[in-house]
């Protein structure tokens, strides 16, 4: 293809995704009648193609109205395949389940539940990846193998334990895996205590410390999740008020406080404190846990060489304060609703 060639498509590429985005389908029609190599064209999740941009419903953010869905249909009509990109379009519009009308779309015209996108990537992780239990019933109602795990895969797991692993903290991971678990799904994180708080059971939590007070000093050196979408820590030979705080469970970690946890026990792989869980999450979501720590005596001086930035493979070394403010920290690369700059502020205010 000639420079004047290529510059010609990567302007077509630029009109037809202006017109995805804007809902103009006449506009779509036309550009993808005019030029069939747009069904093809790099646009998109990593370049997927047209279709996956279609079906994600990223811009305009909202659920797939009867144009956005009439677009993707005439586009696999007029030769939009839709295992593009390894099964790109199933994969995206998974994530949220906003987009079952798309997803049903989709599969209707031959897209498989339990294809694996790019092949290394389950489409049933979509939502275990969100922790989306609307999207991910669909999936499974539509039959999704949840024991799906693949030596060799990039993520060789079942999605039972893919969903644990997930960087999400919400409530909604307990229905996620009760609706996994509902479906037959193994895991290889089978340890009661930690499973049970897990699927939000403080209550079989409590009974589990009835049973065995000695729990709350125990460490478990097999969890290896707990990592965000930006650190790497994880909760490998921490205990479980590392657990809690991790998770941001105010309850829980009232609980096993109460049952006489060390506020500052150091998990056996890194040393850090629960509080360092805590503070080093999105949107100030381990506040609470935080305040209830700082309260029940936690010192803010205690110091730690734990991951860095998730992936790279580096260490950083400082308190749960230092640490908190690189992540996900509180300065513009974080703005709004991302950044912890409040639980920053409450560390600060603490360590005076």
């Not at 049903?104 to 275990?128: K, Q, T």
């Not at 939590?205 to 965000?228: K, N, Q």
Request: glycine share 10%; charged share 25%.
């Amino acid at each position: 293809m000639d420079p004047q060639a290529h510059f010609d498509l990567a302007e077509e590429i630029a009109r037809l995704k202006h017109a995805i985005d804007t809902n103009d389908l006449g506009r779509v029609k036309s550009l993808m009648t005019n030029y069939p190599a747009l069904h093809r064209a790099p646009m998109g999740y990593r370049d997927n193609g047209p279709l996956t941009w279609v079906a994600e419903c990223r811009v305009p953010w909202e659920p797939p109205g009867p144009v956005r869905l009439a677009m993707a249909q005439w586009m696999i009509g007029d030769g939009s395949d839709v295992h593009q990109g390894g099964d790109g379009p199933l994969m995206r519009a998974a994530l949220n389940g906003e987009r079952i009308a798309m997803m049903e779309l989709l599969v209707a015209n031959g897209a498989d539940v339990n294809a694996e996108w790019d092949g290394y990537f389950p489409i049933l992780f979509s939502p275990c990846e969100t922790v989306d239990p609307v999207a991910l019933n669909w999936l499974l109602e539509h039959g999704a193998n949840p024991n799906c795990a693949r030596a060799g895969r990039k993520f060789p797991d079942d999605a039972l334990d893919y969903v644990i692993q997930s960087y999400s903290r919400t409530p909604k991971l307990a229905a996620c895996i009760d609706l996994l678990l509902k479906a037959g799904g193994r895991t290889r994180y089978n340890i009661p205590p930690v499973f049970d708080f897990l699927r939000g059971r403080v209550d079989l939590l409590a009974g589990h410390l009835d049973a065995d007070p000695s729990l709350v000093a125990r460490r478990f050196s097999d969890l290896d999740f707990g990592s965000t979408a930006m650190r790497g820590l994880t909760l490998r030979g921490g205990t479980l008020l590392h657990v809690a705080a991790e998770y941001c469970n105010a309850e829980a970690a009232r609980l096993l406080l109460d049952r006489g946890a060390d506020v500052d026990a150091r998990g056996d792989a890194y040393g850090q404190t629960p509080l360092f869980h805590a503070a080093s999450q999105f949107g100030n979501a381990g506040i609470e846990v935080v305040r209830l720590l700082a309260d029940r005596g936690a010192h803010l001086s205690i110091r730690a060489n734990v991951p860095g930035r998730f992936g790279a493979g580096e260490f950083v070394e400082g308190t749960a304060l230092e640490y908190a403010s690189r992540f996900p920290g509180g300065d513009e690369r974080h703005a709004g609703r991302l950044n912890n700059r409040e639980t920053i502020e409450l560390l600060a205010s603490r360590a005076r």
